[in-house]
C-alpha cells in the first residue's frame, strides 16, 4: 500500500517540526512496535521557497513490515542529515536576504554618487564654457587694441612721409632757385661795374644766395636725417610684413637672392619619377642657393657703357652653361635672377635681404605704397567684421 504526505512549516520552525514529524505521523518510524512503519529509504524531500518563506516537504512512502534496529538507526541518521540541510538552507535563506539588502543599499548609495557627479560635472561643464567666453572675449578685445595701436602708428608713419617729400621737394626747389642765382650772377659779372643799378641788383642776389646756400645747408642736414629716419621706417615696414605674410599679395616681402624652388621643381618632374622629383629638386635648389654664396665664384664681368662702368653676369660662365644645359632656361634664369639681385642689394656678402616689393609691377614697392596697402587692408577686414 502506497501513502502520500505532507508537511509545511516555516524557516524559523523548521527544527521543531523536524523532530516532532513522528508524533503527527502514525505511520513515522518513531511508531508503536507492532504498528506499520515508512520505509525511510524511499523518503524523498524537496524543499522549496515560496513568496511566504515557506518550505514544503513532499513524503512519498511505501508500507512495509516493521524495521529492525539497523534499520530504525539507519533512518534516524538520514533524518539528522535531512534536519541539517534544512538547517542549512535556513542559514543561507536568511544570508540572501541579508545580502540582497546590502546590495540594495549598495545600489542606492552608488546612484546618488553618480548623481552627485553628473551634478559636479555639469557645474564644471558650465564654468568651463563661461571661462572660454572670457578667454575669447579677452582675445578679441586684445587683438582690437592692437589694431587700434597699429593703425595709429601707420597713419603717423604716413603723414611723416608725406611730410618728408614736401621737404625733399622744397629742398630740390631750392637747389634750383640757386642754381638759377648763380647763372645770373655769372651774367652780371661779365657786363662790368659801369652799371650802377645792375651792380645793386648783384649785390642783393649775392646776398640772396647766401640766405639760401644756408638753408640749402641746413636741408641737406635735414635731407641726411630724413634719409635715415625713412630707412628705419622701411626697415619696420619689412619687419611687419614679413610678421603678418601669408599667401599671395600685391605688396609684400621679396627676399632678394633667394632661389625660387618652382623652376627647379618644374624641371626635376620633367627628369625624374613623381617620387624622386620633390627630393632632387629640393636637393638641387638647396646646392645652387649655397653656390649663390660661394666667394671664390664670380660669375660676372665688367662692360663700359660711356664713361661709366658695369658689372653685369656672364653668359659664358662655365657653371652656367652646364646648369642651362642640363636643366634648361626656367633654371637657369631663375638662377640669374638671384645673381643680379645679389648683385645690386648686397654685391660684396652676396647674403639674402629682405625687400618691400611691388609684385604686380614687379619692382621695389615705395614707402607710400607699402603704408596705403596696409590701410587699405584694415580698411577690408574692418568691414568683414
Keep these: 500500500m502506497r501513502a502520500m504526505s505532507k508537511a509545511s512549516f516555516t524557516i524559523d520552525e523548521m527544527e521543531g517540526e523536524v523532530l516532532t514529524m513522528a508524533l503527527m505521523y502514525p505511520h513515522s518510524p518513531l511508531g508503536i512496535e507492532g504498528e506499520p512503519r515508512l520505509n525511510a529509504s524511499k523518503v524523498q524531500v524537496r524543499a522549496s521557497k515560496s513568496t511566504e518563506d515557506r518550505i514544503s516537504i513532499n513524503f512519498d512512502c511505501k508500507m512495509r513490515s516493521p524495521p529492525s534496529i539497523l534499520e530504525t538507526n539507519d533512518v534516524l541518521v538520514r533524518w539528522d542529515k535531512i534536519v541539517s540541510i534544512l538547517m542549512s538552507y535556513s542559514k543561507m535563506m536568511v544570508f540572501s536576504s541579508e545580502l540582497q539588502r546590502l546590495e540594495s543599499d549598495g545600489r542606492d548609495r552608488l546612484h546618488r554618487v553618480f548623481e552627485e557627479y553628473a551634478k559636479r560635472r555639469s557645474q564644471l561643464d558650465s564654468e568651463r564654457r563661461e571661462l572660454e567666453k572670457l578667454v575669447v572675449a579677452t582675445e578679441m578685445e586684445r587683438k582690437k587694441l592692437e589694431r587700434e595701436k597699429e593703425k595709429r602708428e601707420k597713419e603717423a608713419a604716413l603723414i611723416k612721409i608725406l611730410d618728408l617729400e614736401k621737404q625733399l621737394d622744397a629742398k630740390q626747389q631750392l637747389e634750383l632757385e640757386v642754381e638759377q642765382l648763380k647763372g645770373k650772377l655769372a651774367v652780371m659779372n661779365q657786363m662790368g661795374e659801369e652799371d650802377l643799378p645792375l651792380k645793386m641788383k648783384l649785390e642783393k642776389m649775392t646776398e640772396e644766395l647766401e640766405e639760401k646756400s644756408d638753408v640749402n645747408t641746413a636741408l641737406l642736414a635735414k635731407e641726411r636725417q630724413t634719409n635715415d629716419e625713412l630707412q628705419r621706417a622701411r626697415k619696420a615696414l619689412i619687419t611687419g610684413f614679413e610678421e603678418m605674410q601669408g599667401g599671395r599679395t600685391l605688396i609684400g616681402i621679396k627676399r632678394m637672392g633667394e632661389l625660387d624652388n618652382k623652376p627647379f621643381q618644374n624641371a626635376c618632374r620633367r627628369k625624374f619619377s613623381s617620387i624622386e622629383a620633390d627630393i632632387k629638386a629640393a636637393e638641387l635648389c638647396t646646392f645652387w642657393q649655397e653656390e649663390l654664396k660661394n ?91
Design 295 to 385: 666667394p671664390d665664384w664670380h660669375p660676372f664681368k665688367v662692360i663700359h657703357i660711356g664713361e661709366d662702368c658695369k658689372q653685369v653676369i656672364n653668359e659664358d660662365d662655365e657653371k652656367l652653361q652646364d646648369l642651362k644645359y642640363q636643366f634648361g632656361d626656367e633654371v637657369h634664369k631663375a638662377v640669374t635672377t638671384a645673381l643680379n639681385e645679389l648683385l645690386e642689394y648686397n654685391a660684396s656678402d652676396k647674403y639674402i635681404i629682405s625687400e618691400l616689393w611691388n609684385f604686380k609691377q614687379g619692382r621695389k614697392a615705395t614707402l607710400e605704397e607699402a603704408i596705403q596697402y596696409i590701410l587699405k587692408q584694415w580698411k577690408i577686414r574692418k568691414r568683414k567684421r
